[in-house]
């Protein structure tokens, strides 16, 4: 595949089963020394999904605890643009009604995800960015970018993998304009490919990534990325999601369980996970995007004092639209 924007020519292989993956590498290596290559990752949505309570006060705790002490009015975010990468969503929910809300599959149509509840993620996290009513989204002028990486087979289930997120990647490039921020509620292992070009895209929008729910030291890619700001949770007292992954490489939390939101048919649920603390941060990126080296400034500091492994920087609150 051309990848028109990023100047990049893509090939993606089938190896037989009985060849010895470690020794075709070193061979290829040997033989195209100019090639850059690596094995074709999977990533998965980072997200857990609880029954739906009963308590109207919780539904926006999440928003009051980033400084929305009301619902964002609906021209929150007017003029600015944002993308997500995640997996396919329902953008005809009445709760996108008026939103300036694209979707574009970046996955070939041979993997395309049809299960049911194959599109809950996304338009989960779609409805806390852009959502307007049922959901008070945290930015519902904006407009959102979303590009669909999720595929679906037997083996893997509902995933994403390192080609299809280049070519995601470089329809971003192609963006004008061009996003401020990104949202990535993803994870998996890290991609010397993936890594290049967020790198490069860098220079031009912020990345903010789910740091990942195996409640362990270290981040998952690409919240691991240097490029990426990896956000971890928090629940409504503000203290650490137990599942939420800590780490060096973890920047900031944010909320991120029991966070309502809808599925793909419309039906609001309570939603845990990083996945769902991302939307947070990269909405307050988004209202006002912070220079480099400004988070410890910007962040509320949770935790021991300064900067640690289990709340990063802290919370990071949204500029205000009223």
Same mark, same amino acid.
């Given at each position: 595949?051309?990848?028109?924007?990023?100047?990049?020519?893509?090939?993606?292989?089938?190896?037989? @089963?009985?060849?010895?993956?470690?020794?075709?590498?070193?061979?290829?290596?040997? *033989?195209?020394?100019?090639?850059?290559?690596?094995?074709?990752?999977?990533?998965?949505?980072?997200?857990?999904?609880?029954?739906?309570?009963?308590?109207?006060?919780?539904?926006?705790?999440?928003?009051?605890?980033?400084?929305?002490?009301?619902?964002?009015?609906?021209?929150?975010?007017? %003029?600015?643009?944002?993308?997500?990468?995640?997996?396919?969503?329902?953008?005809?929910?009445?709760?996108?009604?008026?939103?300036?809300?694209?979707?574009?599959?970046?996955?070939?149509?041979?993997?395309?995800?049809?299960?049911?509840?194959?599109?809950? *993620?996304?338009?989960?996290?779609?409805?806390?960015?852009?959502?307007?009513?049922?959901?008070?989204?945290?930015?519902?002028?904006?407009?959102?970018?979303?590009?669909?990486?999720?595929?679906?087979?037997?083996?893997?289930?509902?995933?994403?993998?390192?080609?299809?997120?280049?070519?995601?990647?470089?329809?971003?490039?192609?963006?004008?304009?061009?996003?401020?921020?990104?949202?990535?509620?993803?994870?998996?292992?890290?991609? @010397?490919?993936?890594?290049?070009?967020? %790198?490069?895209?860098?220079?031009?929008?912020?990345?903010?990534?789910?740091? %990942?729910?195996?409640?362990?030291?270290?981040?998952?890619?690409?919240?691991?990325?240097?490029?990426?700001?990896?956000?971890?949770?928090?629940?409504?007292?503000?203290?650490?999601?137990?599942?939420?992954?800590?780490?060096?490489?973890?920047?900031?939390?944010? @909320?991120?369980?029991?966070?309502?939101?809808?599925?793909?048919?419309?039906?609001?649920?309570?939603?845990?996970?990083?996945?769902?603390?991302?939307?947070?941060?990269?909405?307050?990126?988004?209202?006002?995007?912070?220079?480099?080296?400004?988070?410890?400034?910007?962040?509320?500091?949770?935790?021991?004092?300064?900067?640690?492994?289990?709340?990063?920087? %802290?919370?990071?609150?949204?500029?205000?639209? *009223?």
């Amino acid at each position: 595949q051309q990848l028109e924007h990023l100047q990049q020519v893509i090939s993606v292989y089938r190896i037989p @089963p009985e060849v010895d993956l470690q020794q075709l590498e070193q061979q290829l290596r040997r *033989h195209f020394p100019d090639w850059q290559q690596e094995r074709n990752q999977r990533f998965r949505p980072l997200q857990q999904r609880l029954p739906e309570a009963a308590e109207e006060p919780l539904r926006r705790w999440g928003q009051r605890a980033v400084g929305q002490s009301q619902p964002a009015p609906p021209g929150c975010g007017e %003029g600015r643009v944002l993308a997500m990468l995640d997996g396919p969503l329902n953008s005809g929910l009445a709760v996108f009604s008026g939103a300036l809300l694209d979707y574009q599959s970046q996955v070939p149509s041979a993997f395309s995800a049809r299960s049911s509840g194959a599109a809950d *993620h996304a338009t989960a996290v779609a409805a806390l960015l852009v959502g307007r009513g049922q959901v008070a989204g945290l930015v519902p002028g904006a407009r959102l970018h979303a590009l669909g990486v999720f595929g679906e087979d037997r083996e893997a289930g509902l995933h994403s993998r390192s080609d299809w997120l280049l070519v995601a990647l470089d329809q971003l490039a192609g963006l004008e304009p061009a996003p401020t921020v990104v949202n990535l509620s993803f994870g998996g292992s890290g991609s @010397p490919l993936l890594q290049r070009f967020l %790198g490069q895209l860098s220079a031009r929008m912020t990345f903010v990534a789910a740091a %990942g729910n195996d409640g362990r030291e270290g981040v998952r890619y690409p919240a691991a990325d240097p490029a990426v700001l990896a956000v971890g949770a928090v629940d409504v007292r503000l203290q650490r999601v137990r599942l939420s992954n800590s780490g060096k490489q973890l920047d900031l939390v944010a @909320p991120g369980e029991d966070i309502w939101t809808l599925d793909a048919s419309g039906q609001g649920f309570f939603a845990s996970g990083t996945s769902f603390a991302a939307p947070f941060v990269a909405a307050a990126v988004l209202l006002s995007p912070p220079a480099a080296g400004q988070l410890e400034r910007l962040a509320e500091d949770l935790g021991p004092a300064g900067r640690d492994d289990l709340y990063g920087w %802290g919370l990071l609150r949204l500029a205000s639209c *009223h």
